[in-house]
């Protein structure tokens, strides 16, 4: 079974650092695009980044320069590092597992975790 | 940048059909997917490819793209439909629709 799980949330001050990471299961990280999509309270879903299956990372404008994402095989998971936290950022993150058919950008995203909260405040 | 519009909300009566839009400029020219995310849940992919169905998604879950206008259309509306639906698609980014919250009378 598929089944994806993120862990690491919580609150933070603004300016902070923190580091997400979601275990994967049923399938290998690498083989994968894989995701973060975030939802701010009471508000819509906002895609964040990808890694694909060669490697390659993509970022939203608005976390592009302050947010990282990796892959590691050893132990099956992808992390989200974030960095110079804003309030804006605060929301529930889902990770995400894309499926391309065509091997290309245009991916949907077909099983997600349940999400963690992270709280940017001071 | 690419604007993806949705209603805001949508009622349905019970056993009817809801239709739910998404609209974009020349969107036809783009793969829609939609998904469902039913009150403290995650989202669930309900349609991919703008007319296919993953395996556990009901018959009654169809969708269609054509011109500006990608279309949801959920059959014999049950109450366990009662989400918000999102569209998305691809252009230069991944991008979402804002969700329509759809009632069921």
């Known amino acids: 079974e598929v089944q994806v799980v993120e862990s690491g949330g919580g609150k933070v001050q603004p300016g902070e650092s923190l580091g997400l990471s979601c275990s994967a299961s049923?399938?290998?990280?690498?083989?994968?695009?894989m995701a973060w999509v975030r939802q701010a309270p009471g508000k819509g879903l906002e895609w964040v980044s990808t890694?694909?299956?060669?490697?390659?990372?993509y970022f939203a404008e608005s976390v592009r320069g302050r947010f990282t994402i990796s892959r590691h095989t050893s132990d099956n998971t992808v992390s989200l590092h974030m960095s110079s936290l804003r309030s804006e950022d605060t929301a529930v993150y889902y990770c995400?597992?894309?499926?391309?058919?065509?091997?290309?950008?245009?991916?949907?995203?077909?099983?997600w975790g349940q999400g963690t909260l992270l709280t940017v405040s001071s | 940048s690419y604007d993806l519009n949705q209603p805001v909300s949508l009622s349905v009566a019970l056993g009817q059909t809801a239709t739910i839009t998404c609209g974009g400029h020349?969107?036809?020219?783009?793969?829609v997917h939609w998904y469902q995310q039913r009150p403290g849940q995650a989202p669930v992919l309900v349609i991919y490819?703008?007319?296919n169905r993953p395996s556990g998604i009901p018959e009654r879950f169809s969708g269609s793209n054509s011109g500006n206008t990608a279309t949801l259309t959920i059959t014999t509306a049950q109450p366990g439909d009662e989400a918000v639906y999102y569209c998305?698609?691809?252009?230069?980014?991944?991008?979402f629709g804002g969700g329509t919250k759809l009632t069921v009378l």
């Open positions: 020349n969107i036809a020219t783009k793969f």
């Open positions: 049923g399938f290998t990280v690498d083989r994968h695009y």
């Open positions: 890694v694909y299956p060669g490697g390659d990372t």
């Open positions: 490819r703008d007319n």
């Open positions: 995400v597992r894309a499926i391309s058919d065509n091997n290309d950008y245009r991916y949907y995203f077909d099983s």
């Open positions: 998305q698609v691809w252009d230069s980014s991944t991008l």
